[in-house]
């Protein structure tokens, strides 16, 4: 049974560039959520899509979009990259509502901007 | 939400028991209480949830006493593949649209 799969793993971008990162949810789950983890901290939550809506949004610019497609998989986009963006990007996915055995995360994506 | 107080760190040795508490004094009546274990470059792993008193898997136990102000995470006979961070929250888990909020957990190191 796959779990949660993001790619890529690791990615070097330029100040201002816009970059996308991708998700596929565990099997059976149908909701996916991005987190953002800088270094030395705890995940921070970016949004959670449903159904290919998001509804739900954490204190993150609008720079930081995202889109689930109707096989559940999903994509987080950051535009006009700064220094501060880098981080580990982690996709979790659960079923929409109670997480009784909890969220499932990924490996996630170190991106690094430069 | 309710806050969540853990210890910023620990240490321990190799077959030791090892107990992380958790302070959370605004603790709803609908909230429950999960703990995640993060190894580095990886994502979080659902380690336990519980509501009131205990609660042991295969991995872990959890101990809340009956005001649930507070909780224990009780790891048994740790070994050096358990260092890693833990992470204890609070919420209602069958909340719609429910979002896991993250404090700097407690980083483990277990030494040999």
């Known amino acids: 049974d796959a779990g949660v799969t993001q790619s890529p793993t690791h990615l070097i971008k330029t100040r201002g560039q816009q970059v996308t990162l991708r998700c596929s949810p565990k099997s059976g789950h149908d909701t996916v959520s991005w987190y953002q983890q800088a270094l030395g901290q705890g995940p921070q939550f970016i949004f959670q899509?449903?159904?290919?809506?998001?509804?739900q949004r954490g204190n993150f610019p609008d720079r930081f979009s995202g889109h689930q497609f109707p096989n559940y998989s999903s994509e987080l986009n950051v535009n006009a990259l700064l220094l501060g963006d880098s981080a580990l990007y982690l996709c979790?996915?659960?079923?929409?509502?109670?997480?009784?055995?909890?969220?499932?995360f990924g490996s996630g994506t170190r991106l690094t901007v430069v | 939400l309710a806050k969540t107080t853990q210890p910023i760190s620990m240490d321990s040795y190799e077959g030791q028991e090892v107990n992380i508490t958790c302070s959370h004094n605004?603790?709803?009546?609908?909230?429950?209480i999960t703990w995640y274990q993060q190894f580095p470059s990886q994502g979080p792993r659902f380690i336990i949830q519980?509501?009131?008193t205990k609660v042991t898997n295969e991995v872990a136990s959890l101990f809340i006493p009956a005001d649930r102000k507070s909780s224990t995470l009780s790891l048994p006979r740790v070994s050096l593949s358990d260092t890693a961070v833990y992470y204890c929250?609070?919420?209602?888990?069958?909340?719609?649209?429910?979002?896991?909020?993250f404090g700097a957990g407690t980083i483990l190191r277990v030494k040999s």
């Open positions: 899509y449903y159904e290919e809506e998001e509804r």
């Open positions: 605004n603790i709803a009546t609908n909230d429950y």
């Open positions: 929250l609070v919420g209602d888990i069958n909340e719609y649209g429910n979002k896991l909020v």
């Open positions: 979790a996915s659960s079923l929409p509502t109670g997480i009784t055995y909890g969220y499932t």
């Open positions: 519980g509501y009131k």
